[in-house]
């Protein structure tokens, strides 16, 4: 099984976002934050995280790009346990019992979309406020195929 960790190229998202994601933090899509927003919502950094930032889940910050890397069953379960209890602090979830579904699902999607990707792949998110509610894109970014020779020494230890 497959899952994503936050990834920064550089250090625009602690700049674009009101709380960023660390890196090396497991993320998923996190869209369910936006679901009950209007146009009025979409403003500042609040706006730079619907339209583009993914979840981490340690930290509820957002960032821009993620890894798709393998992950461990039971690092799965803990994610799960931990979302759901993101549900019942952060959303009013009745209880993490009730929440633990609806965490799984999060999970799963993200599973989903990261299992068809080689590891090292970079995901892209994009968001549209649409009059039946929030439209998530994705986007792959393949891991470049890097040429031994750009990573050689050439010469002699000869000399």
């Known amino acids: 099984m497959k899952l994503a960790i936050a990834t920064h190229l550089d250090d625009s998202d602690t700049r674009v976002f009101a709380n960023h994601a660390r890196t090396g933090e497991w993320c998923i899509a996190g869209g369910f934050e936006f679901s009950n927003w209007a146009e009025g919502d979409l403003v500042g950094k609040a706006r730079q995280a619907f339209s583009n930032g993914w979840l981490g889940l340690d930290t509820g910050g957002r ?22 209890e993101h549900f019942v602090t952060y959303y009013g979830a009745p209880d993490v019992a009730a929440a633990r579904p609806v965490a799984a699902e999060e999970i799963a999607h993200m599973a989903d979309l990261c299992d068809e990707h080689e590891d090292g792949t970079l995901l892209t998110v994009a968001r549209e406020l649409t009059k039946s509610g929030v439209r998530e894109s994705f986007r792959a970014i393949k891991p470049q195929q890097a040429q031994l020779d750009q990573f050689a020494v050439h010469g002699s230890l000869d000399d």
């Open 63 to 84: 960032v821009t790009f993620v890894a798709v890397t393998a992950v461990e069953p039971s690092e799965v379960q803990r994610l799960t346990d931990q979302l759901a």
